[in-house]
Each structure stands twice: as C-alpha cells, then as structure tokens.
C-alpha cells in the first residue's frame, strides 16, 4: 500500500506556506488584472522619467511609458517562463531519473554519468554561449532553453527516490502478487515520488526567475519591446540618480516573487515531506 502525500491544502497551515502563497497572489493578481486597466505598456508619450503619482503610482520612463504597466506585463511574461521551463525541466528530469533507478545497471550508470558530466558544464555558461550566438530569442526558444539545462539535478533526486522505495514492502508484495512493472511505476513509484519532486520543481522556479532576471539584463533573455523586469534594470541604470524608481520597482518585483516561491517551496517541504523538514 502506497504512503499518501499529505494534501497541498496543508501547505496553508505552515507560516512559510501561507506567506508565499499572499505574496505569490498578489503578483499574479497584478499580472493578470493589471495590464488591461493601464495604459499599454508600449505607449509613449512626453511625460519622461515623472516620479511616482496618483496618475503613474510606479513612475515612468525615458520614453514616458507607465512603468506599474510594464512591471504588471513582466510578471506575465517571468511567470510565464519560469513555470514553462521549470515543467519542462521537471519532466525531462522525472522521466530519466525513474528510468534510471528503477531499471539500474548498464542504463542507470550511462544516464547518471551523463548527467555528472552535464553538471560538471555551469548552466549560465551553455546558455550565454548559445543565446549569444542568436540574434533574437524568441520566448518559446527561451523557456526550451532554460528547461533543456535545468533537469540534471531533478533526475538524481527522483532516481534516488526510486531507488529508495525499490526495497519498500510494498513494492515486494505488488511484485509477488504478479503486478506488472507499469503499474508499480504508475500506481506506487511515481506518488510516492512526487513529494520531493513538486518541492524541488517550486524551488526551481525562483532559480529560473532570477537567471531570466539575469540574461534578460545582459540582453541575451526578453527582447523589446516585451518588458522584463531584468531589462528594465538595465534600461534604468543611466537614470538610477535622478530616476530611482526606474530600477527600485522591477527590482522590488524580483525580490517579492522570488521570495514568495521560496516561501511556498518551504511550507511544501514541511507538508509532502515532513521527515526532511
């Protein structure tokens, strides 16, 4: 009999949990409802660099746009790659790492040392030597990008969650009861599995935010006139004396989203895997 993870609605009885869930919400309310009551975040007009006011509560830019508008639409597009490429990322990494621990042998040790050599490469080092060599990335190349490099650490987790429950009870008894090896991996292995996965995979995504905060701002992530919030940093460095606030409020939106999904990312480690916790 499988062990049951632990409902996620648990996640709302931690500190941690509940804090990261208000936060992550009141980011993804704004990038929701936000951009279709603002002014289009493309618009131009002659109000440069204003300050923060009732009529633009973020300020503007150098060309007069409304920057709570391009913050709002950012958060669209981050959340939007980092969920893509942490799912991608996660089922690459859940797939090889179950094929690895539960078969063994000559395919676990191939796998597993390919991966080691994969890790042994740093991430942001493959990704600038790629997205440099292009002249414009679009986001769905982006989030493959980011998916494709970013599954090496998931597989080692979830092939030695495999290897873990192989030696359970109740994987002896469904084996001795003639149960096929689809419905042990379905049915036992990958429930009993996921608890770290989803951890690590929510964990991931502040990962993802950051290195798409980071890349956008070499130029090498979102191009114009789609906003990012790493771009916009450095669209606003020039300005940062006289215009603060063009840096202070994506930067702000990093920090607050990146802390919510660690926040989030605790309060599940606590409720899908207490033992660890």
Not at 71 to 85: K, W
Not at 122 to 134: C, G, H, K
Not at 167 to 173: P, R, S, T, V, W
């Given at each position: 009999m499988t062990v049951a993870l632990r409902p996620?609605?648990?996640?709302?009885?931690?500190?941690?949990?509940?804090?990261?869930?208000?936060?992550?919400?009141?980011?993804?309310?704004?990038?929701v409802i936000l951009p279709s009551v603002l002014p289009d975040y493309r618009a131009m007009n002659f109000d440069h660099l204003l300050p923060p006011s009732w009529t633009h509560p973020f300020g503007t830019d150098y060309h007069g746009r409304d920057l709570l508008a391009r913050?709002?639409?950012?958060?669209?597009?981050?959340?939007?790659?980092?969920?893509?490429?942490v799912l991608l990322a996660a089922t690459i990494g859940a797939a090889v790492g179950l094929i690895a621990g539960y078969l063994g042998g000559w395919v676990d040790a191939a796998l597993m040392r390919t991966v080691?050599?994969?890790?042994?490469?740093?991430?942001?080092?493959?990704?600038?030597?790629?997205?440099?060599?292009?002249?414009?990335?679009?986001?769905?190349?982006?989030?493959?990008?980011?998916?494709?490099?970013?599954?090496?650490?998931?597989?080692r987790l979830v092939r030695?969650?495999?290897?873990?429950?192989?030696?359970?009870?109740?994987?002896?008894?469904?084996?001795?009861?003639?149960?096929?090896?689809?419905?042990?991996?379905?049915?036992?292995?990958?429930?009993?599995?996921?608890?770290?996965?989803?951890?690590?995979?929510?964990?991931?995504?502040?990962?993802?935010?950051?290195?798409?905060?980071?890349?956008?701002?070499?130029?090498?992530?979102?191009?114009?006139?789609?906003?990012?919030?790493?771009?916009?940093?450095y669209d606003g460095l020039p300005f940062r004396s006289q215009a603060p606030w063009f840096c202070l409020f994506p930067g702000l939106a990093i920090v607050i989203t990146v802390l919510a999904v660690s926040l989030i990312g605790d309060g599940l480690r606590q409720t899908l895997t207490p033992d660890r916790a």
């Open positions: 996620v609605r648990g996640l709302w009885d931690t500190r941690a949990g509940r804090a990261g869930i208000v936060g992550l919400a009141l980011i993804a309310l704004a990038a913050v709002a639409r950012g958060a669209q597009i981050s959340l939007m790659i980092a969920l893509g490429a080691d050599a994969a890790l042994a490469i740093p991430r942001l080092f493959v990704l600038l030597l790629v997205l440099a060599a292009m002249d414009r990335v679009p986001l769905p190349v982006l989030i493959i990008m980011l998916g494709a490099t970013g599954w090496f650490g998931t597989s030695a969650e495999v290897l873990r429950l192989k030696h359970e009870g109740f994987i002896a008894a469904s084996r001795a009861l003639g149960a096929a090896d689809r419905r042990i991996i379905f049915r036992h292995l990958i429930p009993n599995a996921a608890g770290p996965l989803i951890v690590a995979a929510t964990l991931a995504v502040a990962d993802v935010l950051l290195l798409e905060a980071g890349l956008s701002y070499l130029g090498l992530g979102v191009q114009p006139p789609m906003p990012s919030w790493g771009g916009m940093i």
